[in-house]
């Protein structure tokens, strides 16, 4: 098994990727912005994607779109081919995927919209958190994009504001600022511990 960038190369997977997408989003009864051949074909020609094949045969798949401008990206179309559920594929190209749009755009914020738990903590265990719609990309072609979901009627009844889907986002400007706030407690707290354990060595001393 292997989970790559997808390229030109990988095309003549683009129809049956499109029927995998819509045959599990039948299965599960959810709601999905349906995506053509064509459109996934753009993605792979231009290094927005990543496929996961076993020898010849396909396993799973995901894409990347930018908006706004670049200020935003999406890892959508995530799939995994029946056959090869189960046993951590999902995550192998969440985390590759996402990589991928970490290193291509690392100045652009990453978000999703799923009703998925299983995406939903893949998102979380990356640093995503929840947010309300309105911190999303507000371009109207990726919203416009939704029409195909059986769900998009609560999107137009609320104005965008929201839907069964949860809005889960990745800012890295957040996220290196906690890390720099994780890191000052560290310090914070190893130097605490330094010197209470080198108070407590002069009272013991003074005590003998």
């Not at 609320?158 to 706030?181: A, F, H, W």
């Amino acid at each position: 098994m292997k989970v790559v960038i997808a390229d030109k190369t990988h095309i003549k997977y683009a129809e049956e990727i499109c029927e995998t997408i819509a045959e599990s989003a039948a299965v599960r009864g959810t709601g999905i912005a349906r995506r053509t051949p064509e459109y996934i074909a753009k993605k792979m020609e231009n290094g927005n994607a990543v496929i996961a094949l076993d020898g010849d045969k396909f396993a799973g798949f995901c894409y990347i779109e930018k908006w706004g401008h670049g200020k935003f990206v999406a890892n959508s179309g995530l799939i995994v081919h029946p056959d090869y559920r189960g046993g951590g594929l999902a995550k192998k190209i969440k985390l590759k995927v996402f990589a991928h749009s970490r290193e291509k755009f690392p100045d652009a914020k990453v978000f999703s919209i799923t009703t998925g738990l299983a995406v939903m903590k893949m998102n979380s265990d990356l640093g995503y958190k929840p947010v309300p719609f309105s911190e999303l990309t507000d371009d109207p072609t990726f919203w416009d994009g939704c029409q195909t979901c059986k769900n998009y009627d609560v999107l137009t009844r609320t104005n965008r504001k929201m839907c069964l889907c949860t809005g889960m986002l990745y800012d890295p400007e957040k996220v290196k600022k906690e890390k720099k706030t994780v890191v000052k407690e560290k310090t914070f707290n190893r130097l605490k511990r330094i010197k209470e354990a080198l108070f407590l060595k002069k009272d013991k001393n003074k005590k003998t």
